[in-house]
């Protein structure tokens, strides 16, 4: 237990320590001035427009993965390390050796995700049937 715990630690610094030298670029970003270049080039306004948007992305899968390593460091501490949030089965051992923050054994996890492939389904059509109704 010792190893997986200084292994979520570790994880979980290298993530924190990502995030704050984000914070620091994204700081000196949004320093005022011109996103564009001195000719109004759109494109390179665009291509900033898109670096930042990356940034962003890449910011939130970070803050999430914080957020599970922190998760899974007070399930090692409650002694549920291990153990699958849906079913109670034990999660085999190569998948929390690849994914130590997982929650869910495979089962699981694959029928969240067909869950949620149906919920976004569903919610495409309802979208498509209000559209409709304009």
Known sequence: MKAIKER???DLQTVVNRLRQMDGAVALEETPGPI???DGDDFDE???TVRREIGFATRELLVERAHRLQAALERL???DYGTCVECGQPIAPARLRALPEVQTCVSCQDRLERLGRRLQAVEAEVEVGADDDD
């Open 36 to 38: 564009a270049s001195a």
């Open 46 to 48: 665009i291509q900033e």
């Open 8 to 10: 979520l630690e570790q």
């Open 77 to 79: 501490r409650d002694g």
